[in-house]
């Protein structure tokens, strides 16, 4: 089991979408810290996301955060993969599900 908190382990300031947007993106925390975990880790790995210790997160940071691994590798994968925690932003959880089953993978 891996997990990770964004706060600690990427930015305590998440961004937007892009990397072009600005710093912290949601586009650089899928590249640089999802991304290598679904390539070198093992399927059956777990990967708890803790949300908590932020300043806030915008919708876009998410989506592309999670929404766009799901567009990569699939609602489904992300799915049996990815747990997440948060006292603070206990809220968002029902929303990134959204962003991640509205999703159809481009490539599997």
Do not use: Q, W
């Not at 993106?25 to 899928?30: A, I, K, L, W, Y």
């Not at 810290?33 to 876009?60: A, Q, R, W």
Request: hydrophobic share 35%; proline share 5%; with cysteine.
């Amino acid at each position: 089991m891996t997990t990770i908190k964004i706060a600690t382990d990427f930015s305590d300031t998440p961004g937007a979408r892009f990397c072009s947007d600005g710093p912290f993106s949601g586009e650089e925390f899928r590249e640089k810290i999802l991304m290598p975990l679904f390539e070198n880790g093992s399927e059956k790995d777990k990967i708890h996301i803790d949300l908590d210790g932020t300043d806030g997160y915008v919708s876009s940071f998410l989506e592309e955060a999670f929404g766009g691994l799901a567009r990569i590798v699939g609602p489904a994968k992300v799915k049996e993969r990815i747990a997440f925690k948060s006292t603070e932003f206990g809220y968002m959880i029902p929303k990134i599900d959204e962003f991640i089953s509205n999703c159809e993978a481009t490539a599997v």
